[in-house]
């Protein structure tokens, strides 16, 4: 009778466990659910791509606009376009950027380079901004940190893909008068386009991000 008991109450704990555990589609619908929750709390309006395209690729900042883009699944915001040029087809360049990371799951800002006084790994360091290496073919980008605030925290080269996405729409120059701005987004992203980390975690980050050309 004993032996019995013992069996059942081991197999409660086993049932009980297998309850506890979040599996992959349990962890997109947390990961929808606090886009959501960031996105009516923020009162941000998604538009369609549709009516992207038709407001010349601009997004209305004094109503708050973000374009939903499909095959990514980024909401994006563009702040400014910038100056000079977009970057064209075959070319290779690289950029600076300057970030601020939020964990819209945490609710908390995770990293960034645009305060002069960072704190990293429990000391203060110099945030410098993050270099990426970025080429253009077919219409397509890749891209590689060469150092940075992102490569030192998460401990890899590989730009997040949801980083990429707004480089079709701004132009990246680099300011050159009084008048000329850097470009500037603001993205939602979600777990697969994000970096390693939030990518395994399924963790979507909101970004405030500009770019420039080094030189």
Same mark, same amino acid.
């Given at each position: 009778?004993?032996?019995?008991?013992?069996?059942?109450?081991?197999?409660?704990?086993?049932?009980?466990?297998?309850?506890?555990?979040?599996?992959?589609?349990?962890?997109?619908?947390?990961?929808?659910?606090?886009?959501?929750?960031?996105?009516?709390?923020?009162?941000?309006?998604?538009?369609?791509?549709?009516?992207?395209?038709?407001?010349?690729?601009?997004?209305?900042?004094?109503?708050?606009?973000?374009?939903?883009?499909?095959?990514?699944?980024?909401?994006?915001?563009?702040?400014?376009?910038?100056?000079?040029?977009?970057?064209?087809?075959?070319?290779?360049?690289?950029?600076?950027?300057?970030?601020?990371?939020?964990?819209?799951?945490?609710?908390?800002?995770?990293?960034?380079?645009?305060?002069?006084?960072?704190?990293?790994?429990?000391?203060?360091?110099?945030?410098?901004?993050?270099?990426?290496? /970025?080429?253009? @073919?077919? *219409?397509?980008? %890749? !891209? =590689?940190?060469?150092?940075?605030?992102? #490569?030192?925290?998460?401990?890899?080269?590989?730009?997040?893909?949801?980083?990429?996405?707004?480089?079709?729409?701004?132009?990246?120059?680099?300011?050159?008068?009084?008048?000329?701005?850097?470009?500037?987004?603001?993205?939602? /992203?979600?777990? @697969?386009? *994000?970096?390693? %980390? !939030? =990518?395994?975690?399924?963790?979507?980050? #909101?970004?405030?991000?500009?770019?420039?050309?080094?030189?």
């Amino acid at each position: 009778m004993k032996k019995i008991l013992f069996i059942m109450i081991a197999f409660a704990a086993v049932l009980s466990s297998c309850n506890d555990y979040e599996t992959y589609g349990d962890k997109k619908e947390k990961e929808r659910n606090a886009i959501a929750k960031f996105i009516s709390d923020s009162s941000i309006v998604v538009i369609s791509e549709d009516q992207f395209n038709q407001q010349g690729y601009t997004t209305n900042i004094a109503r708050n606009e973000f374009v939903k883009l499909d095959k990514s699944g980024v909401y994006m915001q563009i702040v400014r376009e910038g100056c000079g040029t977009k970057l064209q087809d075959g070319e290779n360049t690289r950029l600076v950027c300057r970030f601020s990371e939020f964990d819209i799951l945490e609710d908390t800002i995770t990293i960034c380079n645009n305060n002069p006084n960072l704190s990293l790994n429990g000391r203060s360091v110099v945030a410098l901004p993050d270099i990426i290496q /970025v080429s253009r @073919s077919s *219409g397509s980008f %890749t !891209a =590689s940190f060469e150092s940075g605030v992102m #490569y030192t925290v998460y401990g890899s080269s590989s730009v997040p893909s949801g980083w990429l996405v707004p480089l079709t729409y701004v132009k990246v120059g680099r300011p050159q008068s009084l008048t000329d701005e850097c470009a500037k987004v603001r993205l939602i /992203v979600p777990h @697969s386009q *994000g970096h390693a %980390t !939030a =990518s395994s975690n399924v963790t979507p980050c #909101y970004y405030e991000l500009t770019f420039q050309r080094e030189s």
